[in-house]
């Protein structure tokens, strides 16, 4: 059975960090590309933070440039962000994405930054 489980999520205080993960199981997790999209109440889902399946290659939007580190180990089949001073408007709920030959997707798990 194929599943991408996140976690990690919760409250934090602006400037805080957190780190989320991503589990995969069922599929050859060291073959694809991963994401990491968000999508705050009201906005259309934007992607994130994107990796490479051997995680050579790492790409992120704008906004979180510098702040935010993606990163994976195919050993444990899981992928990670490092979210670092966290902003109110970080606030959404992150969902993992695997893509290869099929597109994966995750539950989505909630940040919320608020003082």
């Known amino acids: 059975q194929v599943q991408l489980v996140e976690s990690g999520g919760g409250y934090v205080q602006p400037g805080g960090s957190v780190r989320l993960s991503c589990a995969a199981s069922?599929?050859?997790?060291?073959?694809?590309?991963v994401n990491w999209y968000r999508q705050a109440p009201g906005k259309e889902r934007e992607l994130v933070a994107s990796?490479?399946?051997?995680?050579?290659?790492?790409n992120y939007v704008d906004s979180v440039k510098g702040r935010f580190t993606i990163s994976r180990d195919n050993a444990k089949n899981t992928v990670y962000l490092q979210m670092n001073s966290l902003k109110p408007e970080d606030t959404a709920v992150y969902y993992c994405?695997?893509?290869?030959?099929?597109?994966?997707w995750g539950q989505g798990t909630q940040v919320t930054v608020s003082s």
């Open positions: 994405n695997a893509r290869w030959d099929k597109v994966y």
């Open positions: 069922g599929f050859t997790f060291s073959k694809y590309a």
């Open positions: 990796t490479s399946s051997a995680g050579s290659s790492l």
